[in-house]
């Protein structure tokens, strides 16, 4: 299996990136990016379940940590 990494996992080409590894069970998906769309990023992490997500802004990455935490999903 090869990790992957998406820097900018919620834009267009990160978000077509993700379909498309989606449909390979060859790749296993570590760590999501993205500036400040948390809704989108937190889906994507209930979908790939990554080790990491990140927010680039303070606030975003506070909400996303939240919901994360409520959702018990294993996502530093």
Do not use: N, W
């Not at 090869?2 to 990160?14: D, H, N």
């Not at 060859?26 to 379940?49: G, K």
């Amino acid at each position: 299996m090869k990790g992957v990494t998406i820097l900018g996992a919620t834009g267009s080409v990160g978000t077509a990136t993700l379909e498309v590894l989606g449909q390979h069970d060859e790749f296993q998906i570590i760590a999501l990016t993205a500036r400040t769309d948390v809704d989108r990023l937190y889906r994507q992490c209930l979908r790939h379940h990554p080790k990491y997500a990140v927010m680039v802004d303070e606030a975003a990455a506070k909400a996303l940590r939240e919901r994360i935490r409520q959702a018990r999903l294993d996502v530093q």
